[in-house]
């Protein structure tokens, strides 16, 4: 079983910037995409951004121009950069490898004042 992991998260005052990590068990180049999705407090898990095989990227609407997706191959992770975080980011990041089962546990991003 393929192991995921999300580092960072936090508490973050509206405006504020963080920063993810995620790693995994197996080497992230063997899927086709490396992907970021969310769920606020109550609500359903949506889509966040990804990055693919070839390095191209894909934003939802809600984080252009805000959010910042890269990745390190040699060390084997990728990150998520978040900067002027709104109450509206509140939720549990969740990495995800490609289409496939292989998510993480969630990290915790609570901006608030």
């Known amino acids: 079983q393929v192991q995921v992991e999300e580092s960072g998260g936090g508490l973050v005052q509206p405006g504020g910037s963080l920063g993810l990590s995620c790693t995994a068990s197996?080497?992230?180049?063997?899927?086709?995409?490396v992907n970021w999705y969310r769920q606020p407090p109550g609500q359903g898990r949506e889509f966040v951004v990804s990055?693919?095989?070839?390095?191209?990227?894909n934003y939802a609407d809600s984080v252009k121009g805000r959010f910042s997706i890269s990745r390190d191959t040699a060390k084997n992770m990728v990150y998520l950069q978040m900067v002027n975080l709104t109450p509206e980011d509140t939720a549990v990041y969740y990495c995800?490898?490609?289409?496939?089962?292989?998510w993480g546990k969630g990290a915790l991003v609570n901006v608030s004042s």
């Open positions: 197996e080497l992230i180049v063997r899927y086709s995409a």
């Open positions: 995800r490898l490609g289409q496939t089962s292989f």
């Open positions: 990055i693919e095989k070839d390095g191209a990227t």
